[in-house]
T-cell receptor, first 112, second 114 residues
């Protein structure tokens, strides 16, 4: 069975600092992994996804994530936080045809 | 921007009322989903559809029902709302096949049952 664990329900960083949001997964099959972002009063939007191939995946708004099979991790990073990055971020794993398992989310706060 | 729309965005109703949350997409996606979202919790799948006249219950038990008579339309209905139904409901559709398709989400319908 597939599962996702996001470490840290709230993360605060200063503007310009590194953003690191952690995601660990469990999957009995090769995983397909996703990061979504949710801005206040909006739906979720895909940031990036890993399916196969290159383990470092680049997404929108300067975010990237690295798939590490040995650590069962898919952490999301951005070198320099911007105020507009304040949002909630969800990690997800594909759990079979047409089904996805989401983590509990990490709320990112960016301090001026 | 994704072309998937939910109405109403916000709804406050009394216990026992029947409500329908509307969801429409203009992307021609076969696969559509309803998720329930509560603060600090993972998104829970409550219904999904592979196409017209195909609907399945998700992992989270729900007293709601859905229908899929047209590709673009996937409404969710609660016959008799209760305070325990208070939540945010997110509709989504998928463009891909199998395991790797991106989900496109609507902006959500926040339901409060008094």
């Amino acid at each position: 069975a597939q599962s996702v664990t996001q470490l840290g329900s709230h993360v605060s960083v200063s503007e310009g600092a590194l953003v690191l949001l952690r995601c660990n997964y469990s999957s009995s099959v090769p995983p397909y992994l996703f990061w979504y972002v949710q801005y206040p009063n909006q739906g979720l939007q895909l940031l990036l996804k890993y399916t196969t191939g290159a383990t470092l995946v680049k997404g929108i708004n300067g975010f990237e994530a690295e798939f590490k099979k040995s650590e069962t991790s898919f952490h999301l990073t951005k070198p320099s936080a911007h105020m507009s990055d304040a949002a909630e971020y969800f990690c997800a794993v594909s759990a079979g045809t047409y089904k996805y398992i989401f983590g509990t989310g990490t709320r990112l706060k960016v301090l001026a | 921007e994704a072309d998937i729309y939910q109405t109403p965005r916000y709804l406050v109703i009394g216990t026992g009322k029947k409500i329908t949350l509307e969801c429409s997409q203009t992307m021609g996606h076969d696969k559509m989903y309803w998720y329930q979202q509560d603060p600090g919790m993972e998104l829970h799948l409550i219904h999904y559809s592979y196409g017209v006249n195909s609907t399945e219950k998700g992992d989270l038990s729900s007293e709601s029902t859905v229908s899929r008579i047209r590709t673009e339309h996937f409404p969710l209905t609660l016959e008799s709302a209760r305070p325990s139904h208070t939540s945010q409901y997110l509709c989504a559709s998928s463009d891909g096949t199998g395991y790797t398709g991106e989900l496109f989400f609507g902006e959500g319908s926040r339901l409060t049952v008094l």
